[in-house]
C-alpha cells in the first residue's frame, strides 16, 4: 500500500498523485463515464492536471483515489466537496472508472471510508449528492452506504435526446453508525 489515508477491508483510499493522470484521463473522457459524471466535452490532460493539484490547495474538498488492497490498483476517485464547515455539510462524489471494477462493492466500501472520516474526522452533520435517475448503478451504491432519497429535481439533465430526474439523496450523522452502515438499516 502507498501512502494509505483510510483503509477498508478490500480497499484503501489515497491522495492522489501525478502518476494516477493517466487513468484519471481515461475515465474522464470515456464516453459511458461522462455521462454519469454530467459532462459533455472531453478533459485535456493540462486541465486534468491542474485540477489534481487545486484538489490539494482547497480547504473544502477531500479527493482521494480508490485502490484495490490485492494487486495495488487504482480504479477510481472519490471525495468530499464543498465542505462547508459552520453548517457542518459536504457533497460526496465518487467515480469508479475501471468498468472491469463496476459491480464489486467497491463504491459501497470507499463511500463508508469517506463518511466515516467526514463525520466521525471532520464532525460534519450531513452529506449530501445528486445522481441522475438513470443510474441505477450507483443509486444502489449510495443506499448501501446508508444515503436516502430527499428530493427530486425534475426533468433537469438532458442527455441522448431526452430529459432526466436528478436525485438529491443525503445522510445525517445521526444516521451514521460506527460500523459504516446506516442507522435507518
Known amino acids: 500500500m502507498r501512502n494509505p489515508f483510510l483503509i477498508g477491508e478490500r ?38 492536471r491542474e485540477w489534481i493539484t487545486s484538489q490539494y490547495k482547497s480547504e473544502k474538498d477531500l479527493s482521494l483515489a480508490i485502490v484495490i488492497k490485492d494487486g495495488d490498483l487504482h480504479i477510481g476517485n472519490c ?11 459536504a457533497e460526496f462524489g ?11 462493492g467497491y463504491a459501497p466500501e470507499a463511500a463508508k471510508l469517506i463518511l466515516g472520516y467526514g463525520f ?25 452506504a446508508g444515503f436516502t432519497h430527499e428530493g427530486t429535481k425534475r426533468e433537469a439533465y438532458f442527455r441522448n435526446g431526452r430529459y432526466y430526474d436528478n436525485l438529491i439523496m443525503g445522510i ?8 459504516g452502515t446506516s442507522s435507518l438499516e
Open 11 to 48: 480497499i484503501y483510499l489515497r491522495p492522489l498523485e501525478e502518476e494516477d493522470l493517466d487513468c484519471c484521463m481515461r475515465w474522464i473522457n470515456d464516453p459511458e463515464i461522462l455521462t454519469t459524471l454530467g459532462r459533455r466535452f472531453p478533459m485535456s490532460r493540462a486541465l486534468e
Open 79 to 89: 471525495g468530499l466537496h464543498q465542505i462547508d464547515y459552520v453548517n457542518r455539510n
Open 94 to 104: 465518487i467515480m469508479i472508472g475501471g468498468k472491469d471494477n463496476w459491480g464489486h
Open 120 to 144: 466521525d474526522e471532520l464532525n460534519l452533520h450531513r452529506i449530501s449528492l445528486e445522481v441522475y435517475s438513470q443510474n441505477k448503478r450507483a443509486q444502489r451504491a449510495y443506499e448501501k
Open 172 to 179: 445525517l450523522r445521526s444516521e451514521w453508525r460506527k460500523d
